[in-house]
């Protein structure tokens, strides 16, 4: 497409195109035909076909739609949530990262996706920060996952946060690296930075087990209340990668799901599934937790001392 024709393409007077007609760092994948924006068009062209359909519509949405609604919780959770429930400086700090994390993660997915067709240069930046979002979003999963899983722990909660910083390092090398857009060994949607996802989401199983095992192993009725909680995140997050990775059901009809249903449209609706549900189970945890002040006790014989210690004194206040 030359200068002069990009200037006049506008999304109701300038169709969509083919994959053959693309370079293929255009392609969502091989697999899907068709429903590609012309590139090299302005930004503002790029913002106009946000209201167009086109294959880019659902993955561009959804996580608008997930921004607007985490900041939305930004608001809501300091302002009503956590002073209603009586909560502690360190509540509203790791409650703000937490959702500034999740607003991070949906906003530079957006920015990838609305202007990923810019050029093959400005694709490969914007991966760089889509990936950073990624990052953003999966270590204020776990930061969030920690805070709450150890509250009657604050040792072991230090221990975990000192391994989430380690965690930390990783990911932010990740859009540092000069091969972020070669993929690899495993596959044409599986490069070694989604093995070290996989890696550091799989660890999160230690924290697990080590929280089942504190709070009285699997038959106590603390464990029996958040597991299952905890199996949806595991098993939404785990949808949504075997999607991605995958690349079904577009592999199986080709061209069928261009527009809407394909992978990476799945992909991107349960992740932001994912996220919804576990800031809404955490928080609610939360705050359930500061308003019931001898929570540890009930639940939990083998908190610290510490706390013990602090609730006995009060009492007898």
């Excluded at 270590?139 to 910083?165: D, N, P, R």
């Excluded at 990740?174 to 949607?189: A, D």
Aim: hydrophobic residues 45%.
């Amino acid at each position: 497409m030359t200068d002069a024709s990009a200037k006049k393409c506008v999304p109701n007077y300038c169709k969509l195109l083919r994959k053959t007609d693309l370079e293929p760092c255009f392609w969502v994948n091989e697999y899907v035909h068709t429903g590609y924006r012309p590139p090299h068009l302005s930004a503002m062209q790029y913002v106009k076909w946000i209201f167009q359909w086109n294959n880019e519509t659902v993955n561009i949405w959804t996580h608008l739609i997930g921004f607007f609604y985490f900041t939305w919780r930004q608001y809501v959770i300091n302002i009503y949530l956590l002073p209603s429930a009586n909560a502690n400086a360190n509540d509203y700090v790791i409650a703000t990262i937490f959702l500034l994390g999740l607003q991070i993660c949906m906003l530079l997915s957006s920015f990838y996706h609305i202007f990923g067709s810019t050029s093959a240069e400005r694709k490969r930046m914007l991966l760089r920060f889509d990936i950073f979002g990624i990052s953003a979003g999966l270590l204020s999963i776990y930061l969030m996952g920690i805070y709450t899983a150890f509250l009657c722990f604050e040792e072991w909660q230090k221990y975990y946060f000192a391994f989430l910083f380690g965690i930390s390092l990783i990911t932010v090398y990740l859009p540092l690296n000069n091969n972020i857009n070669e993929t690899v060994r495993f596959g044409p949607q599986f490069s070694c930075t989604h093995l070290t996802y996989l890696i550091i989401a799989t660890l999160s199983f230690g924290p697990a087990f080590h929280w089942i095992a504190l709070h009285g192993g699997i038959g106590s009725e603390h464990v029996m209340k958040w597991l299952p909680k905890l199996l949806v995140l595991y098993a939404t997050s785990g949808c949504a990668f075997l999607f991605y990775i995958s690349m079904i059901p577009e592999r199986l009809k080709p061209g069928i799901f261009d527009l809407v249903g394909c992978s990476h449209q799945w992909w991107h609706i349960l992740v932001l599934a994912a996220m919804w549900y576990w800031q809404n189970e955490t928080l609610d945890y939360l705050a359930s937790h500061r308003l019931q002040t001898n929570h540890c006790l009930i639940y939990n014989r083998l908190s610290n001392i510490t706390l013990a210690y602090q609730l006995m004194h009060n009492m007898i206040d």
